[in-house]
């Protein structure tokens, strides 16, 4: 390798100042290798492919690339080239299934691996060195446009590496779950647990379980009435999901908790609940209890086509009594019986670790189930291992989110996590580094208070960098973990967002100085699950308007997840709703003037501003108490800024702009 060469490599891994030790992309590859040459990324022109099975991969990669597809038995020089290595091939690279081999020269790229979802894992670095290379970071260092020529040998330390979202107490759109998916992909994140049924907090309503929030997230034919009115999956839409999840390398795992957590199973069925514990309790000495599982179970999980069509499902069993040390042998008999019922149906059961604190006689097999530990009272990491469960590592403490409970993380502490943390690590009880008993990590989402205002682009808000942190630690767990390190992982983690198929923090949703007509669309392109036009934190928009008599109810800009208003539909007043929640300013176009309006929006709250004048800045609204009065609780008032088309506007609207 000649001097020059040598130099420019060196400058293609410059982060902020900074020589690293390989590319920019989350999370960290395992080895880079440099070589001499360079590779104009302009005269990759097209994907190619060896194998009919790398179809969907190279089509999402053409996509991202905007480049054609083919299926050919070798690339050229101006190609992409994913090829699916022969058995024997595979078995001598030990790239397993989800390892991979990206080759940068001067005869093109080449990605190598021995299955579809490793060759998923290395489109991926390509595209996020695309991203963080070339699309932020060409500052007159880095020459724009150019690859330098190496070799990435990668694969994952641990097998796992995942999240867990309540979409039973909050409710996500189908849309939003796509993009979870893609997100997910993006940082090869493989795992997605959707926890779908649970109840909101006794002392929040009344202190009466008859009004207490819960919800069911699924379509029931078996059960009519019990699907949650609020947001619901259809079975379809679930098997459409959890297909397409595969497609991305991403496995959905259902869950559906009991016997605690069930307030919304109780609620249909009075009759199930425990009342000696609550009415989210279900009563396992009710010979009812077991025909009604078994048939929830065959609904989703059996038939000629399952709804549930992957691999795993997730049977709950999360902080139940263990008042009464029978009622504990019932709940390890329940276990027993629902781990079988699962695999009855040719899937692997996953529970929420639970046996220490339901102390007891009665055996829990370990073999073939996986166990998910999250606080080591309820099962000790230690006792389980030896045990012989398979675990994957979600403590509490470190990677549980609570958006703006005051308990938990409202967002994770990345910089702990990246110096502290990684899956052999189940809060204070350390394993081996890859112990062949932990099968990964995950972080959670909880929303367990129901009435504090947090919108779906608040969750994103706090779920991305959780994402790209969890990736980095289950993906290449010893990884240096110096305070260096960590400032020049964080310099690139924020040139990476949602990925190629996915915009949910509003990047490529910037809009500058157009005028605005009424009943259109922003954006030439039409909606789409992968196209919702809005704009993330921290933004401002800004126009110029020219007020008429707008009548209540009247918008400015509208998308799938929230509405902006003119004239709010209640009194009239500027205002915006998403989730279920109507905030207002006070303030009320006047007919005939003419000004400037101004939105800062971050994850605290939205400002308004007329002319250059601060009118309200609507921040959380706090001191709403519990009906106990022991806690109290606020209300955020966030919004992330709807983009996609106008509403039936009679003002004129000048010079819009929206810029983060």
């Given at each position: 390798?000649?001097?020059?060469?040598?130099l420019?490599?060196?400058?293609?891994?410059?982060?902020?100042?900074?020589?690293?030790?390989?590319?920019?992309?989350?999370?960290?590859?395992?080895?880079?290798?440099?070589?001499?040459?360079?590779?104009e990324?302009?005269?990759?022109?097209?994907v190619?492919y060896?194998?009919?099975?790398?179809?969907?991969?190279?089509?999402?990669?053409?996509?991202?690339?905007?480049?054609?597809?083919?299926?050919?038995?070798?690339?050229?020089?101006?190609?992409?080239?994913?090829?699916l290595?022969?058995?024997?091939?595979?078995?001598?690279?030990?790239?397993?299934?989800?390892g991979?081999?990206?080759t940068?020269?001067?005869?093109?790229?080449t990605?190598?691996?021995?299955?579809?979802?490793?060759?998923?894992?290395?489109?991926?670095?390509?595209?996020?060195?695309?991203?963080?290379?070339?699309a932020?970071?060409?500052a007159?260092?880095?020459?724009?446009?150019?690859?330098p020529?190496?070799?990435?040998?990668?694969?994952?330390?641990?097998?796992?590496?995942g999240?867990?979202?309540?979409?039973a107490?909050?409710?996500?759109?189908?849309?939003?779950?796509y993009?979870?998916?893609?997100?997910?992909s993006?940082?090869?994140?493989?795992?997605?647990?959707?926890h779908?049924?649970?109840?909101g907090?006794?002392d929040?309503?009344?202190?009466?379980?008859?009004?207490?929030?819960?919800?069911?997230?699924m379509?029931?034919d078996?059960?009519?009435?019990?699907?949650?009115?609020?947001?619901?999956?259809?079975?379809q839409?679930?098997?459409?999901?959890?297909?397409?999840?595969?497609?991305m390398?991403?496995e959905?795992?259902?869950?559906?908790?009991?016997?605690?957590?069930s307030?919304?199973?109780?609620?249909?069925r009075p009759?199930?609940?425990?009342?000696?514990?609550?009415?989210?309790?279900?009563?396992?000495?009710?010979?009812e209890?077991?025909?009604?599982?078994?048939?929830?179970?065959?609904?989703?999980?059996?038939?000629?086509?399952?709804?549930?069509?992957?691999?795993?499902?997730?049977?709950?069993?999360?902080?139940?009594?263990?008042?009464?040390?029978?009622?504990?042998?019932?709940?390890?008999?329940?276990i027993?019986?629902?781990?079988?019922?699962?695999k009855?149906?040719?899937?692997?059961?996953?529970f929420?670790?639970?046996?220490?604190?339901?102390?007891?006689?009665?055996?829990?097999p370990?073999?073939?189930?996986?166990?998910?530990?999250?606080?080591?009272?309820?099962?000790?990491?230690?006792?389980m291992?030896?045990?012989?469960?398979?675990?994957?590592?979600?403590?509490?403490?470190?990677?549980?989110?609570?958006?703006?409970?005051?308990?938990?993380?409202?967002?994770?502490?990345?910089?702990?996590?990246?110096?502290?943390?990684?899956?052999?690590?189940?809060?204070?009880?350390?394993?081996?580094?890859?112990?062949?008993?932990?099968?990964?990590?995950?972080?959670?989402?909880?929303?367990?208070f129901i009435?504090?205002?947090?919108?779906?682009?608040?969750?994103?808000?706090?779920i991305?960098?959780?994402?790209?942190?969890?990736?980095?630690?289950?993906?290449?767990a010893?990884?240096?973990?110096?305070?260096?390190?960590?400032?020049?992982?964080?310099?690139?983690?924020?040139?990476l967002?949602?990925?190629?198929?996915?915009?949910?923090?509003?990047?490529?949703?910037?809009?500058?100085?157009?005028?605005?007509?009424?009943?259109?669309?922003?954006?030439?392109?039409?909606?789409?699950?992968?196209?919702?036009h809005?704009?993330?934190?921290?933004?401002t928009?800004e126009?110029?308007?020219?007020?008429?008599?707008?009548?209540p109810?009247?918008?400015?800009?509208?998308?799938?997840?929230?509405?902006?208003?003119?004239?709010?539909?209640?009194?009239?007043?500027?205002?915006?709703?998403?989730?279920?929640?109507?905030?207002?300013?006070k303030?009320?176009?006047?007919?005939?003037?003419?000004?400037?309006?101004?939105?800062?929006?971050?994850?605290?709250?939205?400002?308004?501003?007329?002319?250059?004048?601060?009118?309200?800045?609507?921040?959380?609204?706090?001191?709403?108490?519990?009906?106990?009065?022991?806690?109290?609780?606020?209300?955020?008032?966030?919004?992330?800024?709807?983009?996609q088309?106008?509403?039936d506007?009679?003002?004129?609207?000048?010079?819009?702009?929206?810029?983060?």
């Open positions: 390798m000649n001097i020059k060469t040598k420019f490599s060196l400058l293609f891994f410059l982060g902020i100042g900074q020589v690293v030790a390989q590319p920019l992309c989350i999370p960290t590859v395992q080895e880079t290798k440099l070589a001499e040459g360079t590779v990324v302009s005269s990759i022109t097209n190619a060896n194998n009919a099975s790398l179809q969907f991969v190279a089509e999402y990669l053409g996509k991202a690339w905007n480049a054609p597809t083919s299926l050919q038995k070798k690339g050229t020089s101006s190609s992409i080239f994913l090829s290595l022969s058995q024997k091939e595979a078995k001598k690279a030990k790239l397993g299934n989800e991979y081999r990206l940068i020269s001067p005869k093109g790229i990605v190598q691996a021995a299955t579809p979802q490793g060759a998923l894992w290395g489109a991926q670095t390509l595209l996020q060195m695309k991203d963080t290379h070339f932020k970071n060409n007159g260092v880095i020459t724009k446009g150019t690859f020529c190496l070799t990435i040998t990668d694969k994952p330390d641990y097998p796992i590496r999240f867990m979202i309540d979409a107490r909050k409710f996500y759109p189908l849309s939003y779950l993009s979870l998916v893609n997100v997910m993006y940082y090869k994140m493989n795992t997605l647990q959707l779908l049924n649970d109840n907090f006794f929040q309503f009344e202190s009466s379980w008859d009004d207490t929030y819960a919800a069911f997230r379509e029931s078996f059960f009519p009435g019990l699907t949650a009115i609020d947001g619901s999956y259809s079975k839409e679930m098997r459409d999901l959890i297909r397409y999840a595969e497609k390398g991403v959905i795992i259902p869950e559906f908790d009991v016997p605690a957590h307030l919304a199973f109780t609620h249909y009759s199930l609940a425990a009342k000696k514990y609550d009415d989210a309790h279900l009563d396992l000495e009710n010979p209890l077991i025909p009604f599982l078994d048939s929830l179970y065959a609904e989703y999980l059996g038939g000629p086509d399952p709804v549930f069509c992957c691999p795993r499902f997730h049977i709950g069993t999360d902080e139940y009594s263990n008042k009464d040390s029978a009622i504990c042998e019932r709940f390890r008999e329940l027993v019986h629902l781990c079988n019922e699962v009855k149906y040719g899937k692997q059961p996953v929420w670790g639970s046996l220490t604190h339901a102390k007891g006689v009665t055996p829990v370990s073999d073939g189930v996986l166990m998910s530990l999250w606080y080591n009272g309820y099962a000790d990491p230690v006792e291992h030896k045990q012989g469960f398979h675990m994957i590592s979600i403590p509490d403490a470190f990677i549980y989110i609570v958006p703006a409970a005051g308990y938990y993380n409202d967002y994770l502490n990345t910089r702990w996590l990246f110096k502290n943390w990684n899956p052999s690590i189940i809060r204070d009880k350390r394993f081996d580094h890859q112990d062949p008993l932990i099968d990964g990590g995950m972080f959670a989402l909880w929303n367990d009435k504090n205002g947090i919108s779906v682009g608040d969750c994103h808000d706090r991305l960098p959780a994402m790209q942190i969890i990736s980095e630690k289950c993906w290449n010893l990884r240096d973990t110096t305070d260096a390190a960590y400032a020049e992982w964080t310099s690139f983690a924020g040139m967002s949602d990925g190629p198929l996915t915009d949910e923090i509003g990047r490529k949703s910037m809009v500058n100085h157009i005028d605005l007509k009424p009943k259109t669309q922003i954006f030439n392109a039409q909606s789409s699950i992968f196209n919702i809005q704009i993330g934190y921290p933004y928009v126009f110029t308007i020219e007020w008429a008599d707008e009548k109810g009247t918008v400015l800009c509208t998308s799938e997840r929230s509405t902006f208003y003119l004239s709010d539909p209640i009194k009239g007043m500027l205002g915006f709703s998403r989730d279920g929640y109507l905030f207002t300013f303030y009320k176009g006047k007919p005939g003037k003419r000004e400037t309006i101004q939105l800062k929006g971050d994850n605290k709250g939205i400002s308004l501003y007329a002319d250059g004048r601060l009118v309200e800045n609507l921040k959380p609204d706090t001191g709403h108490r519990t009906d106990n009065k022991k806690s109290t609780y606020r209300i955020m008032r966030t919004l992330v800024f709807p983009l088309e106008t509403g506007f009679r003002s004129k609207i000048t010079n819009f702009s929206a810029w983060r």
